[in-house]
């Protein structure tokens, strides 16, 4: 939420939230066609949108960790068009769009703030579209990496540690990579000397080696 309210405009942010939800670890919080009613804060947890193709595989379209709003993609047609499941235990804080709505129309810091958030999604869709129409499968898993802990640092944690709560299939699903792909970069980052990794855990042991592969700069 934005900074610069007031103590009785902080109070009516805190009643949008209608409940918290916990979900578990593979459930979904939503599902593909559910009705669109209301955008959701995570406050806990780490999950993952995705739809189903053609040929009924999954395809990975987003992660979304502690701090972030999901749901955004139901405000269009009124109802949601991806699944949104839990890639570990986790709890969300319901906030009814209508509410939301109804309280940036008397609040425009928060008008404009949920804006952002709106416009921060659009960008973010447009660099995954360049890293799925230009960039080789390394600058792929680098990009992917500098903005996994670009956003954890944000939230107060590690610049150069992050535990992995997606697998590497679900990697190569998000970035339009094999498998095998995904898991022989990670093999050749690690020789390098580029990063550490065990298991779900890596340490970026060079970033700027990370930054030279991806030679250009992301949007957040």
Known sequence: ??????????????EVVEKRRRIK??????????AFTSLYAIRTGFFKTCVASEDGREQVTGFQMA???IGMDGIVADHHNCNAVA???AEVCV????????????LPVLQRHVHKIMSREIVRENSVMMLLGNMRAEERLAAFLLNLVQRLHARGL???EL?????????GSYLGLKLETVSRTFSKFSDDGIIEVKQRYVK???ADALKKIFNSQIAY
């Open 1 to 14: 939420m934005p900074v610069g309210f007031n103590a009785d405009e902080m109070q009516k942010v805190d």
């Open 25 to 34: 670890q593979g459930e979904r919080l939503f599902s593909s066609g559910d």
């Open 67 to 69: 701090g972030e709003i």
């Open 87 to 89: 890639l570990e235990d």
């Open 95 to 106: 906030m009814p769009f209508a509410s939301v709505e109804e309280l940036s129309r008397e």
């Open 158 to 160: 590690s610049q150069s």
């Open 163 to 171: 535990v992995l709560r997606m697998t590497r299939e679900e990697i």
């Open 204 to 206: 970026i042991i060079d």
